[in-house]
């Protein structure tokens, strides 16, 4: 397990505890909002666990997406709420490559360039991915 180095509800606490997990790690995430500067790329297999999706929440208002799974592998999340805020285009979750297991989590917001006048919104995108879901 990661334990975070920072006070809790920053997004650069997360983004370290990401950069030093080994593969396989699971982070424990308390409650408290985690800002994002810029997307979050996992390319390597972990666990984001969360206390719940009403108390941790990643945030991100950027292009492209809230976070994406480029590993192999799995990624789990649990107990974690991914929101893109904002108007810029994005997706919240992106799987390039790998396996994905979601277990009481929510994906709130993003949105697609607007076609002929009418916004389209997309959360979770899976490209080439095997899903885990029961």
Excluded at 26 to 32: D, H
Excluded at 81 to 102: I, M, Q, S, T
């Amino acid at each position: 397990m990661v334990e975070p180095l920072f006070e809790k509800g920053l997004g650069t606490e997360l983004e370290a505890m990401v950069f030093r997990a080994p593969p396989g790690a699971e982070i424990r995430l308390k409650a408290g909002i985690y800002r994002l500067e810029r997307p979050l790329f996992i390319t390597k297999p972990l666990s984001l666990i969360g206390d719940g999706i009403q108390k941790t929440r990643i945030v991100c208002s950027t292009e492209e997406c809230v976070l994406k799974f480029l590993g192999k592998g799995r990624f789990r999340a649990e107990g974690v709420a991914f929101y893109h805020l904002g108007r810029k285009w994005g997706d919240v979750v992106v799987v390039e490559n790998g396996e994905v297991d979601f277990k009481r989590c929510r994906f709130v917001g993003g949105a697609m360039e607007p076609l002929v006048s009418a916004r389209r919104y997309r959360c979770v995108v899976a490209r080439y991915s095997a899903w885990n879901h029961p």
